[in-house]
């Protein structure tokens, strides 16, 4: 009987190691670069293939095994209804049949589990795309702290309300049990509470926290009432662009990213706001380092186009109070779900003068995976005319929709600072998603 020496069964063992070390680190190098590849979310439209919205390496992709399983959507392949079915990519390709949830569990091989993926099928509504230049009118919740300054009184500096704690970016909801409404009402109140002598007890929203702060006001020299030493700020103005809206509920969107506070970076919670009608006068252009602007006119409360009851991630929304035209788009078109983007050629709507809408050629660089919120594809501008007259992408443009293949496949959101001729754009699903024009129905018996 030949019997190996232990030196020999040593190297042998340490082969084995080394290779199976090896095969593990590069299963978990792909399994890690499949994560980031594809999205954990998928919405899929009723009627349209049921994908992983990634086009998949060809050599890759015909080793890999899908499993789809629903307790309430259900789709079709090769003529027969399913709940649940396994197959390999490129032997057939499901078909969406009705709204619901789907889990689509991919391996490799059959085995080696390498991504698993939720599949929201949803029905999406057309839409009329915008373009139109809006003037924004809010109004928060409360007022926001935009600064401080010292209350001068007998000769010295006094900073009441940063003793209690209060500094820039917090909200002022209540004073002494009354919901603040404006700047003018606050400093009433305080200057009534000094003069009888008492403190003033303040419901601020500090980050996360809603507190009771007690501040004591100081009588200043100058203005000859009591302050407590900030500056405040209650309402919020600007000029953008309607990005789309929906003819039957008269809901729009707007924006394609959240309305913040300049001075503070804080979000604006929204009291009660109105879009109003709104004309491009001139254009500051973009330079590198130096982001260019619409300058906007609007008559205040006048022309009101409709109210704007949201403030999100993904824009502003409300419903329209009258009828809008768009001279390139008098019907309606669908609504691109973010796998129907594609790197290539598109256009954006937008006002440079006046309140002529105007379309002009983009370029779609790269579709981002993943919800990195206003930053779902990167654009740039090619339209010969658009560069020259603004340099690119400029503040004001943000909400002027996307159009790739007779689809409204988002809104532009942000510019690159060191580079004006791109930015980033929103995909219009998402935006759908926050007034539930696209909404996901969910199935609770979808096995974990």
Known sequence: MCRLKPSSVSRRFGAVFIVVFALTISFMSMYSAWHNFLPYQQLVRVGDEITT?????????????????SAGAFFSAGGNNYRELT?????????????????????????????????NVVTSPQVVPGGHSIGILMHSEGVVVVGEAPVLSDGKKYFPARNA????????????????????????????????????????????????????????????????????????AGVGTMTFYEPQSQIYGALGHIIADNNSGQTVNLRDGRIVD??????????????????????????????????????????????????????????????????GPAEILTVLQGNKIEKFNIYIEKVITGDE????????????ALLKRSGGIIQGMSGSPIIQDGRLAGAVTHVFINDPTRGYGVAAENMLMEVNLINIKKDENIAS
């Open 53 to 69: 919205g990634r086009e998949l390496p060809g050599p890759i992709s015909r080793n890999i095994t899908f499993h789809l399983r």
């Open 87 to 119: 197959f390999t990519a490129g032997d057939t390709t499901p078909v969406a049949l009705k709204p619901g949830q789907l889990e689509m569990q991919m391996r490799l091989f059959g085995f080696l589990p390498l991504h698993r993926m939720t599949v």
């Open 165 to 236: 704690g209060i500094s820039a970016g917090d909200v002022i909801l209540k004073a002494n049990g009354v919901k603040v409404q404006n700047e003018s009402q606050l400093q009433d109140l305080i200057d009534k509470c000094g003069n009888k002598g008492n403190d003033i007890i303040l419901l601020v929203k500090h980050g996360d926290k809603t507190i009771q702060m007690k501040v004591d006001p100081v009588l200043c020299d100058k203005t000859g009432r009591f302050r407590v030493g900030l500056f405040i700020k209650g309402t919020a």
């Open 278 to 343: 709104a004309s491009v006068k001139d254009l500051h252009p973009g330079r590198k380092g130096q982001p260019g602007e619409k300058l906007g006119v609007f008559k205040g409360n006048r022309d009101i186009i409709g109210s704007i009851d949201k403030n999100t991630q993904h824009g502003i929304f409300g419903r329209l109070d009258k009828d809008i035209a768009n001279s390139y788009y008098a019907e309606p078109i669908p609504v691109a779900m973010k796998y129907h983007i594609s790197e």
């Open 373 to 384: 919120q206003g930053k779902d594809m990167i654009i740039r501008v090619t339209d010969p």
